[in-house]
């Protein structure tokens, strides 16, 4: 089962919905992520949320390509699980590469073909480029390379699949070098971690 995120055209940049883009929905102690190689401010990327927690996923974007972006655990880029309770619009940095230049609106369609399948499926059914294709909800990871799947840093179980994301369009798009993203939590212990593969 494959639960695709199609873009769904521009929203409000602090819509209380799965998007990319916009300003991440935060509890009131919240502090903007900083790079640990640049400590500039990072990038929102996307923001997910799953009913009880919405995990939000930054990015650094001041020096692309220098501040080991891909890495799980270099400080280039870091993924956040909040509870999904009172939550409200950050505040956002006035300096650095801090948004994407649209907050997407993302529609779920599930198909019961493995990722890849699904993305080509829905490509030619609806006549729609592949880049219109955010990504994936949950699920089986799409692994570029080998499999990176993250444990937990707390409880040392294997993490799962919050949402694989793709670079999308080039208004919405983030720099995965060609590749895609990937987002995994275990929200039980609410530690998440990001990562990507070109
Ligand atoms: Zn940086
Ligand atoms: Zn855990």
Redesign the pocket.
């Known amino acids: 089962m494959t639960t695709l995120m199609t873009y769904a055209g521009p929203v409000a940049d602090d819509a209380p919905t799965t998007r990319t883009g916009g300003v991440p929905l935060a509890p009131a102690d919240f502090t903007w992520p900083t790079c640990a190689m640049c400590s500039g401010s990072m990038q929102f990327l996307a923001q997910v949320l799953t009913g009880e927690h919405a995990v939000a996923i930054f990015m650094c974007a001041n020096d692309p390509g220098l501040c080991e972006e891909w890495d799980p655990a270099a400080g280039g880029n870091r993924a956040l699980v909040f509870p999904a309770s009172e939550l409200a619009p950050a505040q956002v940095p006035a300096e650095g590469e801090t948004r994407l230049p649209e907050a997407s609106g993302i529609d779920l369609v599930t198909d019961d073909a493995p990722y890849e399948t699904a993305r080509e499926q829905w490509a030619k059914t609806n006549g729609r480029p592949r880049r219109e294709i955010l990504g994936q909800l949950g699920g089986t990871p799409s692994w570029l390379q080998g499999d990176e799947t993250p444990?937990?840093?707390?409880?040392?179980?294997p993490?799962n699949l919050v949402a694989q994301l793709e670079q999308g369009l080039s208004r919405t798009e983030m720099n995965f070098g060609g590749g895609s993203g990937y987002a995994f939590a275990?929200?039980?212990?609410?530690?998440a971690t990001f990562l990507w593969q070109s």
């Open positions: 444990t937990c840093a707390s409880c040392t179980q993490m275990c929200l039980p212990c609410a530690e």
